[in-house]
């Protein structure tokens, strides 16, 4: 009896405090408003946006600017906004690849920017 209670007691304090770590709050910066949410071949998460990424790194989102600008305007060439919606982001062959979901354009990582 006293070992059942001590099982009932010890799930009661542990079950909550492994909930709070499964969870994770992480803070975007408020200057990226156009930006594709994917976890890159290294399961480090990005935000793509036209110009860089933004890589979580201890919870805090870093910069990294593309190589050239040709990417923002493939984009823009586009016409269609970069989101979530309108794009998707997946890793075949230990590369990072990004598709828009009407079909057609095909973006490919490749030396620090995308083409």
Request: hydrophobic content about 40%.
């Amino acid at each position: 009896m006293r070992f059942l209670i001590s099982c009932i007691v010890l799930i009661v304090f542990l079950g909550p405090h492994s909930l709070s770590f499964s969870q994770s709050n992480f803070v975007v910066p408020d200057s990226i408003n156009s930006f594709v949410f994917s976890k890159g071949a290294n399961n480090q998460i990005k935000l793509i946006t036209p110009f860089g990424n933004h890589v979580l790194k201890d919870s805090v989102f870093i910069y990294e600017k593309f190589k050239d600008l040709n990417f923002s305007k493939q984009i823009n060439d586009i016409g269609r906004p970069l989101n979530n919606n309108e794009y998707r982001s997946i890793v075949l062959f230990e590369k990072l690849h990004m598709f828009h979901n009407g079909g057609g354009v095909f973006f490919e990582k490749f030396e620090g920017s995308f083409r």
